[in-house]
């Protein structure tokens, strides 16, 4: 179907969705930072939220539907991707459990805002837990992995210059060959995505 797009405060966003009929739920992913909804991972979480019985939602923020690489501040991007939701549930995925989630920096988008999305899960496909090769050390996003009291999912190259989040209760750790890109095993993200789903909204 035809993207939708969706007024926000910072310009319109877009929205691709992939229908399910019936939905069990829906699963709405952020791009990255510096890349768009056709990422290959993000295709994958796509498909395994078919096999799941999901309809999917892949988001374009404002700043990528205006032709800018580079992404504005993070409360922008927060700002933007609550009001692109709660569009989301008064639209097209009204009155379906939400999980949402994103790859990169879509994914943190996503850890932050979830309490105010009323989410029950997040799915983040690499996680950037430490930026790398800086002189200084840069502080690790684990925190926003960890204020997440929904149930989370992250899938992570095991060769992510990133590094890899640990596990914890409620968050689990699925290490799948390649680095930062997910590209070099995309049936592993597919199944990894599509088993996660299954087990949070149906039980196995």
């Known amino acids: 179907m035809e993207p939708l797009d969706i007024a926000t405060t910072h310009g319109p966003a877009r929205v691709h969705l992939h229908e399910h009929e019936p939905p069990r739920a829906a699963l709405v992913l952020g791009h990255g930072a ?59 995925l009204s009155g379906l459990r939400l999980v949402v989630g994103g790859r990169s920096s879509g994914a943190r988008v996503a850890c932050r805002t979830v309490a105010g999305t009323d989410a029950v899960g997040v799915v983040c496909l690499a996680f950037p837990l430490q930026p790398p090769r800086r002189s200084t050390p840069a502080p690790s996003r684990l925190p926003e992995l960890e204020a997440v009291t929904v149930p989370v999912l992250v899938v992570q190259g095991e ?26 095993d995309l049936g592993a993200v597919e199944t990894a995505v599509g088993d996660w789903l299954r087990r949070l909204l149906i039980g196995g």
């Open 34 to 92: 510096g890349g768009g909804v056709a990422a290959r991972d993000l295709v994958a979480a796509t498909r395994a939220a078919a096999s799941a019985g999901l309809t999917a939602a892949l988001v374009e923020q404002p700043y990528r539907v205006a032709g800018r690489r580079s992404p504005p501040p993070a409360a922008t991007l927060d700002t933007a991707w609550r009001e692109i939701i709660a569009a989301l549930r008064e639209g097209p």
């Open 159 to 184: 060769r992510d210059p990133f590094g890899i989040p640990p596990e914890a209760p409620g968050r689990t750790v699925v290490r799948v060959a390649g680095d930062h890109g997910l590209k070099s």
